[in-house]
């Protein structure tokens, strides 16, 4: 597959994927046996199943949940995605009850493809900024 190629299956997760809802895509862009690499995941992500266990957790939390595509580069087999999310915690998330707070948060996610399909996921965002934000943990004050 091109590079260009590989962004275009990312670039259709993120669009009808996360930001659509759409979990049944997972079967078509992800392999079976896709592993996530995720520090701040509740469950290991090891199957395409569990990948829709751990996208289905945020959706619920955060039906309104948005991302943005601020950049896409692609090379070789793999394909970087730099995102700022935004949305409304209106349901638990792990163990948060709800909070009915806005969160903006950025991050990066490194895909790798074969054949067709994502592989294998690493996954790097704001968590902390992301509790601060919904009153977690508290904020550092202004300098």
Known sequence: MSTEQNK????????????????SLVDQVYTADVVQHDPGS???????????????????????????IDDLIAEGDKVMWRFTSRGTQTGPLMTIPPTGKASNVTGMVLFRLADGKIAEVWVNYDNLGLLQQLGVIPAMPAA
Request: a positive charge.
């Open 8 to 23: 275009s299956i990312v670039r259709r997760w993120i669009e009808e994927g996360w930001n659509k809802g759409n979990l």
């Open 42 to 68: 509740p469950a290991p992500v090891t199957s395409s199943a569990a990948l829709k266990q751990y996208v289905s957790v945020f959706l619920t939390a955060i039906p309104d949940l948005h991302f943005t």
